[in-house]
T-cell receptor, first 112, second 115 residues
Framework: GNSVTQMEGPVTLSEEAFLTINCTYT??????LFWYVQYPGEGLQLLLK?????DKGSNKGFEATYRKETTSFHLEKGSVQVSDSAVYFC???????????FGKGTKLTVNP | EPEVTQTPSHQVTQMGQEVILRCVPI?????FYWYRQILGQKVEFLVS????????KSEIFDDQFSVERPDGSNFTLKIRSTKLEDSAMYFC?????????????FGNGTRLTVT
């Protein structure tokens, strides 16, 4: 089945710093790839997605590119804000399968 | 924007007791899910539900667990005889299509503490 390895946290950055959270996956075929975010006290929310190789998902200044050759989907943001403090989850999914496979999550804290 | 709502937000129960975790999915969604997250660990798939029956379940979802959609709006997870290791955050999710393409919408979770 699918599996995912996500960068260990926690990550602490200053406001306006550059962010990268690494994610690599193993999967049968070519899964759709998702990043979910969990803000304090809230549920998981979709941040961005990519459904095929070389697609770039983007939202709220975050980006991730579907890299088939390296089976990766790293999350980046050029300038983080305090409000980006949250836990970020990488999750591949297989079309026709009922399961999202989540990484452990990476906790990001952005200090002013 | 429509939301998935879960109640209660926190449930404390004694080992061996039955608990029911409740969820109201988004009204036009057809696929329903339960996930759980033990503190400090991964978010794990438990079960998916479509057309009034379980469509997939994980090894975690043993005979102690059951799901039900009793009235067309609620979606419940029942644990018959709770164990200490059932302590976790339980997330309900729903989707309106094949989830390989369409993302899940999650509730805020129910924190279950078994003492």
């Amino acid at each position: 089945g699918n599996s995912v390895t996500q960068m260990e946290g926690p990550v602490t950055l200053s406001e306006e710093a550059f962010l990268t959270i690494n994610c690599t996956y193993t999967a049968t075929g070519y899964p759709s790839l998702f990043w979910y975010v969990q803000y304090p006290g809230e549920g998981l929310q979709l941040l961005l997605k990519a459904t095929k190789a070389d697609d770039k998902g983007s939202n709220k200044g975050f980006e991730a590119t579907y890299r088939k050759e390296t089976t990766s989907f790293h999350l980046e943001k050029g300038s983080v804000q305090v409000s980006d403090s949250a836990v970020y989850f990488c999750a591949p999914a297989q079309g026709g399968s009922e399961k999202l496979v989540f990484g452990k999550g990476t906790k990001l804290t952005v200090n002013p | 924007e429509p939301e998935v709502t879960q109640t209660p937000s926190h449930q404390v129960t004694q080992m061996g007791q039955e608990v029911i975790l409740r969820c109201v999915p988004i009204s036009n969604h057809l696929y329903f899910y339960w996930y759980r997250q033990i503190l400090g660990q991964k978010v794990e798939f438990l079960v998916s539900f479509y057309n009034n029956e379980i469509s997939e379940k994980s090894e975690i979802f043993d005979d102690q667990f059951s799901v039900e959609r009793p009235d067309g709006s609620n979606f419940t997870l029942k644990i018959r005889s709770t164990k200490l290791e059932d302590s976790a955050m339980y997330f309900c999710a729903s989707s309106d299509a094949d989830r390989g393409i369409t993302p899940l919408h999650f509730g805020n979770g129910t924190r279950l503490t078994v003492t």
